[in-house]
């Protein structure tokens, strides 16, 4: 009996020009996605925490009705987008990694800096607190926000990236699954699922998570390493 | 000399603060005393300008932000070295450094300078937050209940360094505490707290061994100085 | 704490791989070739030869002129009235009609020509597609690609690309002309979809009706050295599936249509596409008129009991057939594959 793992790991080894370039355009896109995400969505994660201003609360209330923006919507917005007879065509984006992606940047952006916010709102009031009382300027009580924001830095990376990976509907309307060049797992794995053959899309399926499960054990390994 | 006019603070309906006038003069060593609930937080968190109150004035001859230091009840410890910490302090100042470690030192806890903060216990987090308010010299002092996870040993230390610095300083100093005998060796003056009004104001002696108001006397009831 | 966590983790995970395959069987014919695209699946050994009583469906009718399935290839119109999606008119839309031309021009010449022939004979010992007698032909000078005219999109549908002819074809015509064909696949529908919003150069789909309103509204080209916008070249037939049994008798009706009529008289289960696929399209069309069935689900909620309206793949439908015993119309191509994977299920 050829158990989905079994079949996984074989398919990993096997060196297939196919499945490599398969897996390379995932890595490639998820990083970029989850890295970009992270630029854009942790410094904002962390303003909504801890500055005051008018409007918080709904800026708060935006972010989090985004997080649950449904990937296939956010993949047709942007194939309309960069579609040929779309108002963005001049970018060419569409069926390209760059246009994956952006579409993937603009999903998960709001989910990262849900989770910074998540995390550091209920340290916000203490630290403001203890910086005030040694008269320390706002600025200065941000920067030691943010630093105070570490572990929930790797913690929402790591959402980032598993949401980058595993997300479908936006890459396959964006990136139109093209073989060699914007085919990534989870597209081959929907294909094969449409063409019947769901043994095949389970060891595809395996294998994504063995990837995953790499990452997350060398994010755990670096973290304890640097102590955060 | 600072003012407080017909200050009330609110938290929805309810009335925590409310003080018709309070002038606490300069150098001097008030001490807030009360049961729990009694505003002293509030009161102290009101002059460092953490909170605002929704009625009245607060004067503040001639006290600018730098000029004043606040400990909270809940200090926070930075994800930064114990002496990092303090030097957070000293910002734009000379010989950090030695200064840190003269703070930590009259603390005991020269020792951990180097440890992560936000790994000390309790005890230890204290004594550092005072160290870290203790090490540049302020004008106006507000510390909220500074000895409140501290063991035994450290209570003393820790009312030794604030001794020191109000006499080095001639700072003034507010301060709450849940033990009268530490306002009795720190004050100079006594507010004892009442649901967030004035139960009674005095020289410390007085107010301790003989208290005029009924709530005070409810309040020290069970206290030997 | 976390060295245990850990642990539960990667046992659930194991336990989750392991159990994921528990119907495969032993027997997995070397057809991995065969499999539509082209990772190649490691070569199981296989014990016991491949038996055709391991699938409940097989081929009961083919070769009907109303099965018939015509694969046509349009090439887009650069000066086609684009319209973007709030129906304002676009101009300057990039289609690269030159990479179009070269690809016609190659799929019409008598290379192409032979590759298609060929193709299928070594796995199914019998060729999947045919050229159709009067198709165009080109012997015209296909030029070299540029940087500009590199990149050529082909809009296509999945019954197509799961057919493999593409893996097979675009090969040779890139190494030799040093094109890249970006090829996307999808529903019928959605695939001239993808020409009218102008992201495709040329499209190759099989569905008569919808190509002709694609050529009517403009968005087709006609090239220099053809006659027509529509360029049918090659087909062929859907085959009706059914259940090995074939309690409709169908196998001994005359011709599909009465075939069909039997399956709706006795009830008899039907998969269909339901998602207006050019399979879909073309099944809908096969019915006794009096039963008004149509491509609209509406139309076919009256007999939802026998009429499976599945919404999803070729592959998925098939084996949606096998399982109840069904009746399903199927290019024949993808029915080869799934039964040389023996039913291609997990």
């Known amino acids: 009996m050829d158990s989905a793992l079994e079949r996984a790991l074989r398919l990993l080894v096997s060196g297939d020009p196919l499945l490599v370039s398969i897996i390379v355009v995932t890595l490639k896109m998820t990083l970029f996605s989850s890295c970009t995400a992270l630029l854009l969505g942790a410094p904002y994660g962390v303003l909504l925490a801890s500055a005051r201003f008018p409007g918080r609360r709904v800026l708060i209330l935006l972010n989090r009705t985004l997080m649950g923006l449904p990937p296939v919507v956010c993949g047709l917005l942007c194939y309309m987008l960069f579609s040929g007879v779309g108002p963005l065509r001049a970018l060419k984006l569409l069926f390209t990694v760059a246009g994956m992606v952006v579409a993937q940047v603009l999903l998960i952006s709001p989910i990262v800096a849900g989770s910074m916010e998540t995390a550091l709102s209920p340290l916000v009031g203490n630290i403001r607190e203890s910086a005030r009382g040694l008269g320390l300027s706002r600025g200065k009580t941000f920067l030691l926000?943010?630093?105070?924001?570490?572990?929930?830095?790797?913690?929402?990376?790591?959402?980032?990236?598993?949401?980058?990976?595993?997300?479908?509907?936006?890459?396959?309307?964006?990136?139109?699954?093209?073989?060699?060049?914007?085919?990534?797992?989870?597209?081959?794995?929907?294909?094969?699922?449409?063409?019947?053959?769901?043994?095949?899309?389970?060891?595809?399926?395996?294998?994504?998570l063995i990837i995953s499960l790499a990452v997350n054990v060398l994010a755990h390994l670096l973290q304890r390493s640097v102590g955060i | 000399?600072?003012?407080?006019?017909?200050?009330?603070?609110?938290?929805?309906?309810?009335?925590?603060?409310?003080?018709?006038?309070?002038?606490?003069?300069?150098?001097?060593?008030?001490?807030?005393?009360?049961?729990?609930?009694?505003?002293?937080?509030?009161?102290?968190?009101?002059?460092?300008?953490?909170?605002?109150?929704?009625?009245?004035?607060?004067?503040?001859?001639?006290?600018?932000?730098?000029?004043?230091?606040?400990?909270?009840?809940?200090?926070?410890?930075?994800?930064?070295?114990?002496?990092?910490?303090?030097?957070?302090?000293?910002?734009g100042e000379q010989e950090k450094t030695r200064k840190a470690q003269a703070a930590l030192e009259r603390v005991g806890l020269l020792h951990l300078c180097k440890a992560r903060a936000n790994r000390l216990s309790g005890g230890?987090?204290?004594?550092?937050?005072?160290?870290?308010?203790?090490?540049?010299?302020?004008?106006?002092?507000?510390?909220?209940?500074?000895?409140?996870?501290?063991?035994?040993?450290?209570?003393?230390?820790?009312?030794?360094?604030?001794?020191?610095?109000?006499?080095?300083?001639?700072?003034?100093?507010?301060?709450?505490?849940?033990?009268?005998?530490?306002?009795?060796?720190?004050?100079?003056?006594?507010?004892?707290?009442?649901?967030?009004?004035?139960?009674?104001?005095?020289?410390?002696?007085?107010?301790?061994?003989?208290?005029?108001?009924?709530?005070?006397?409810?309040?020290?009831?069970?206290?030997?100085? | 704490m976390t060295k245990r966590i850990c642990l539960v983790v990667l046992s659930v995970l194991l336990a989750f791989a392991t159990f994921g395959c528990a119907k495969q069987q032993a027997a997995v014919a070397t057809a991995s070739d065969a499999t539509p695209v082209s990772i190649q699946a490691e070569p199981e050994v296989s014990a016991a030869p491949m038996t055709t009583d391991s699938l409940g469906i097989k081929i009961l009718l083919e070769q009907d002129a109303d099965m018939m399935n015509n694969y046509t290839v349009i090439a887009v119109n650069d000066a086609a009235p684009f319209k973007d999606a709030d129906g304002k008119a676009v101009s300057g839309?990039?289609?690269?009609?030159?990479?179009?031309?070269?690809?016609?021009?190659?799929?019409?010449?008598?290379?192409?020509?032979?590759?298609?022939?060929?193709?299928?004979?070594?796995?199914?010992?019998?060729?999947?597609?045919?050229?159709?007698?009067?198709?165009?032909?080109?012997?015209?000078?296909?030029?070299?690609?540029?940087d500009a005219t590199k990149t050529i999109r082909l809009s296509t549908t999945t019954s197509v690309n799961d057919s493999g002819l593409l893996d097979a074809l675009l090969p040779v015509f890139e190494s030799e002309y040093g094109y890249t064909v970006e090829v996307s696949s999808a529903g019928t529908g959605k695939a001239i979809a993808a020409a009218t919003m102008g992201n495709a150069d040329l499209?190759?789909?099989?569905?008569?009706?919808?190509?002709?309103?694609?050529?009517?509204?403009?968005?087709?080209?006609?090239l220099d050295g053809y006659s027509s916008e529509r360029l049918t070249f090659m087909y062929n037939y859907f085959v009706l599936i059914g259940p090995v049994d074939d309690p409709a008798k169908c196998a001994e009706a005359g011709s599909v249509k009465e075939a069909f009529a039997r399956i709706a008289a006795g009830k008899y289960p039907f998969v269909s596409r339901g998602d207006q696929s050019g399979t879909h399209t073309k099944e809908v069309s096969l019915w006794p008129?009096?039963?008004?069935?149509?491509?609209?689900?509406?139309?076919?909620?009256?007999?939802?009991?026998?009429?499976?309206?599945?919404?999803?793949?070729?592959?998925?439908?098939?084996?949606?057939?096998?399982?109840?015993?069904?009746?399903?119309?199927?290019?024949?191509?993808t029915f080869l594959a799934f039964e040389a994977s023996g039913g291609a299920v997990g």
């Open chain 1, 145 to 208: 926000t943010l630093n105070e924001s570490k572990y929930a830095l790797v913690s929402s990376y790591l959402l980032g990236f598993g949401r980058a990976m595993a997300e479908v509907g936006a890459v396959s309307m964006v990136g139109g699954a093209i073989a060699y060049k914007t085919n990534v797992m989870t597209t081959a794995i929907m294909m094969y699922t449409n063409m019947g053959d769901f043994s095949y899309a389970l060891a595809l399926g395996v294998l994504l």
């Open chain 3, 93 to 146: 839309v990039a289609i690269n009609t030159v990479g179009a031309k070269a690809l016609v021009d190659w799929l019409m010449s008598s290379k192409a020509a032979d590759l298609i022939a060929n193709y299928g004979v070594d796995e199914y010992g019998e060729a999947l597609f045919t050229l159709k007698e009067d198709k165009p032909t080109s012997t015209a000078v296909i030029p070299q690609a540029t």
């Open chain 3, 289 to 333: 008129e009096s039963l008004g069935i149509t491509t609209d689900p509406a139309s076919v909620a009256a007999y939802s009991e026998w009429y499976l309206s599945s919404n999803a793949g070729m592959g998925v439908c098939l084996i949606m057939a096998n399982e109840m015993d069904g009746y399903i119309l199927s290019d024949k191509a």
């Open chain 2, 1 to 91: 000399m600072i003012e407080l006019t017909n200050i009330q603070k609110r938290y929805g309906s309810r009335v925590v603060l409310d003080l018709p006038a309070l002038t606490i003069a300069p150098g001097e060593r008030l001490a807030l005393i009360g049961p729990n609930g009694s505003g002293k937080s509030t009161l102290l968190r009101l002059l460092a300008g953490v909170i605002c109150a929704e009625e009245g004035t607060l004067r503040l001859d001639g006290l600018s932000r730098a000029e004043i230091g606040y400990l909270p009840q809940h200090p926070y410890a930075f994800d930064l070295s114990v002496q990092k910490n303090v030097e957070l302090a000293l910002a």
């Open chain 2, 124 to 225: 230890e987090t204290q004594r550092m937050a005072i160290a870290r308010v203790l090490v540049r010299p302020r004008k106006l002092l507000l510390l909220d209940e500074p000895t409140a996870s501290a063991d035994i040993q450290a209570i003393e230390l820790i009312e030794n360094a604030i001794h020191a610095y109000a006499q080095e300083t001639g700072c003034t100093l507010v301060f709450s505490s849940h033990a009268p005998s530490q306002a009795m060796r720190l004050s100079t003056r006594v507010l004892a707290l009442d649901g967030g009004t004035i139960g009674e104001l005095g020289e410390t002696e007085q107010v301790l061994q003989t208290p005029q108001v009924e709530s005070t006397q409810a309040f020290l009831k069970n206290w030997k100085i």
């Open chain 3, 203 to 222: 499209i190759l789909v099989h569905s008569k009706s919808q190509e002709e309103t694609f050529v009517a509204d403009g968005y087709a080209k006609l």
